[in-house]
């Protein structure tokens, strides 16, 4: 019994498989490349690095996962470079574009293009002017506006047709702006507008909320409005929405993880297990609220009926705001 006590020692301090993993049809034989489709710091460059960390802490996968950037073209140049290594060991981040890319021309690539592998959670926007504006609440911006759409430039990122290009036009129209005669300018990232606009090249940003307390920190930022259901959490707690504004202003930004089109069932089966096992974690509710980010957990066929419809609901909104080319 005494022989055998260091193999029973080794056995149990040694580590031990992901259960959900044992008896899998397919795994990664090699490196994972984890594609963001923004710039380094990004929102999605933090959900990719998130869902990094968890697995990685967890060894989930059983091979490094590795995230680069590839950001621009909606999107598109991230699963554009994920499609072209379509074997299971290349995901990307999937969010609002896969839906409204079509209908604003900024790139082909739909949800149909890729393979949906989970929805992880709900983002929203927060509207922000230099510390130094005029521009003291969402009152002020409606006044502006009203006498002029033009009158004042909102900056987003990345790139046209971005969740938060559709934020920023679901906040004009709720107050009661005409977004065809509005300025909208495009930026690679949240992080370039945010920087953009304290050279004076923008009036407003609309970013994700996880960018703006660094900057509201600094104080050289100030917060007008969230585009959300209610107030977030936290260092953005004092935020009021637009509702609270007396505006009709709501937008949900959702987020997700997709692989290549043509992805197996194995393979899929094989990530949906990884992305679960990201959703259960500690370590993941963590980022969820430090992130401000809401949970909503999904996969499978009620994933992809909710991806038509919002494609549908998508491309009735994008009409309705004048972003459809």
């Known amino acids: 019994m005494l022989k055998r006590l260091p193999l029973l020692v080794l056995f149990v301090l040694g580590p031990a498989p992901v259960a959900w993993a044992q008896g899998q049809p397919w795994k990664p034989t090699r490196p994972v490349t984890f594609v963001s489709p923004s710039s380094p710091a990004g929102s999605l460059d933090l959900t990719a690095r998130s869902i990094q960390k968890v697995w990685d802490d967890a060894r989930t996968v059983g091979v490094p996962v590795v995230v680069i950037n590839k950001p621009g073209a909606g999107n598109g140049i991230a699963w554009g470079y994920m499609n072209d290594r379509g074997d299971g060991h290349a995901i990307s981040i999937g969010n609002t574009n896969l839906v409204s890319n079509a209908v604003t021309g900024a790139h082909p690539y739909t949800h149909r293009d890729v393979t949906p592998l989970a929805l992880m959670f709900d983002d929203y926007f927060v509207l922000v002017v230099r510390a130094d504006s005029p521009l003291k609440s969402m009152a002020d911006v409606r006044q502006r506006l009203r006498a002029d759409p033009g009158a004042l430039a909102v900056g987003f990122g990345p790139g046209i047709g971005a969740g938060s290009h559709t934020a920023a036009a679901v906040a004009w129209k709720g107050m009661g702006i005409d977004v065809r005669k509005s300025r909208f300018v495009p930026y690679k990232s949240a992080g370039d ?133």
């Open 193 to 325: 507008g945010l920087v953009a606009m304290l050279a004076g090249e923008v009036d407003v940003i609309c970013g994700t909320a996880v960018n703006m307390p660094p900057y509201l920190a600094s104080g050289r930022v100030r917060a007008l409005g969230v585009i959300g259901p209610q107030r977030l959490s936290g260092a953005l707690a004092g935020i009021p929405t637009m509702k609270e504004q007396g505006m009709e202003a709501v937008f949900t930004n959702w987020r997700g993880v997709v692989g290549a089109k043509g992805m197996t069932r194995e393979q899929v089966a094989f990530w949906e297990g990884a992305l679960s096992v990201v959703n259960e974690s500690g370590t993941w509710k963590k980022e969820l609220e430090r992130n401000f980010w809401r949970a909503n957990f999904m996969t499978g066929p009620k994933l992809r009926e909710f991806l038509d419809a919002e494609a549908l609901r998508f491309r009735s909104l994008l009409t309705e705001l004048g972003l459809n080319r």
